[in-house]
């Protein structure tokens, strides 16, 4: 693909950025999808992201640890192996990848403002790298998924929990600042007797310091031929996941490999 296709592909992702953004607004269990705001922290930035990685907002969103947003929202009961995710409001609108982290409450997650530890539990990456360019999972021929889901490790030890949903758009991020956190968190309580160890543990902010080569990148020329999702390992398995699980359709798993015409 030529230089200049390259540079109409990126006018177009940058031509109207706002309708391009999104929030996580509800909570999604076993392929049974909850009220908006239930269980998932309303943000106070409507759909906007957030630029800063050294910002408090890259805990829980603008306004996800306010005192008010914390009491309204409720705690969901799930067990170790549940498929759970995130509904996104409008649509995942820009090329870029999905993690998840998650941080054990001290007390209760209704009252926790996310300041302990983190932990990576999910990631969602590229799809495949090809030379016209790499494809995004959550955003293929520029359609962005609506919803996705994934497996809570079975060794996840009990607990109140803030699930962190970070979705990460690309579009602008070939500068420092520009790349755009798109960040909502739910509220689990999870049960059985999992004795795992979770880890690596990180902290928002402070996990980023927005220089990592998959947080700082040109998306449009020369043709990004490699990746690297930012932030440690995901627990327990160390995988990315290269096909969303969505609903109405069967889960493929949480590791599964690039398509195979995959370079790099």
């Known amino acids: 693909m030529r230089k200049n296709a390259f540079s109409l592909v990126a006018f177009a992702a940058l031509l109207s950025p706002v309708l391009g953004h999104w929030n996580f607004e509800s909570l999604i269990v076993n392929g049974k999808d909850t009220q908006p705001y239930e269980y998932v922290r309303r943000t106070k930035n409507s759909n906007g992201p957030v630029e800063d990685v050294n910002s408090r907002d890259m805990i829980c969103n603008k306004g996800g640890i306010d005192d008010d947003v914390m009491s309204a929202t409720k705690t969901y009961k799930v067990s170790p192996g ?19 982290y998650m941080s054990k409450a001290p007390g209760t997650a209704q009252s926790y403002k996310g300041d302990g530890d983190w932990f990576k539990v999910y990631s969602l990456t590229t799809s495949n790298l090809t030379a016209d360019p790499i494809w995004w999972a959550p955003f293929v021929n520029n359609q962005g998924i609506k919803d996705f889901s994934f497996t809570l490790p079975t060794d996840l030890p009990p607990g109140q929990y803030l699930m962190r949903a970070e979705g990460l758009a690309l579009h602008s991020a070939g500068t420092y600042g520009g790349a755009q956190f798109y960040i909502g968190c739910a509220q689990l309580e999870v049960t059985g007797s999992g004795k795992g160890t979770p880890g690596p543990l990180v902290k928002f902010p402070g996990a980023y310091t927005g220089y990592e080569p998959g947080i700082l990148v040109g998306l449009w020329w020369p043709p990004l031929r490699n990746y690297t999702a930012p932030g440690p390992a995901v627990w327990p398995n160390n995988c990315e996941d290269h096909s969303p699980n969505t609903l109405g359709k069967p889960s493929d798993g949480d590791c599964t490999p690039l398509a195979a015409n995959a370079r790099g």
């Open 82 to 100: 549940d498929q759970v995710g995130f509904r996104v409001r409008d649509i995942w609108g820009h090329p870029g990848i999905q993690q998840v």
